[in-house]
């Protein structure tokens, strides 16, 4: 199972992006979907996270600014990201957890995509 993201790019603070993630190969169930991000000197941490029910978290530091959302029969996570600072800035990683095709369970990272918030 792969992860393709995108979406990431410079933006001025106060600013908005929007990042994409979509899942393809022999998926047979995807069940929690999410972001992760990664700035220089960090461990990476959960940005937010959605069930496939629909149930989210968020990292305190993003609520009220970012909303993840999915659309199951796209197979694909979005984060949409408002009212940008500049300590968001960080390499923003998808991540997919489910079943594949043989029903085995599966955990798998996107290759992360850039997102610089900067005047």
């Known amino acids: 199972v792969q992860l393709q993201a995108s979406g990431g790019g410079l933006v001025q603070p106060g600013g908005s992006l929007r990042l994409s993630c979509a899942a393809s190969?022999?998926?047979?169930?995807?069940?929690?979907m999410g972001w992760y991000r990664q700035a220089p000197g960090k461990q990476r941490e959960l940005v937010a996270a959605?069930?496939?029910?629909?149930?989210?978290k968020y990292a305190g530091s993003v609520k009220g600014r970012f909303t993840i959302s999915r659309d199951n029969a796209k197979k694909t996570v979005y984060l949409q990201m408002n009212s940008l600072k500049p300590e968001d800035t960080a390499v923003y990683y998808c991540?997919?957890?489910?079943?594949?095709?043989?029903?085995?369970?599966?955990?798998?990272w996107g290759q992360g995509t850039q997102v610089t918030v900067s005047s």
């Open positions: 959605i069930a496939s029910g629909g149930t989210t």
């Open positions: 190969g022999s998926i047979f169930r995807l069940d929690g």
């Open positions: 991540n997919a957890d489910g079943k594949d095709s043989r029903l085995r369970d599966f955990g798998s």
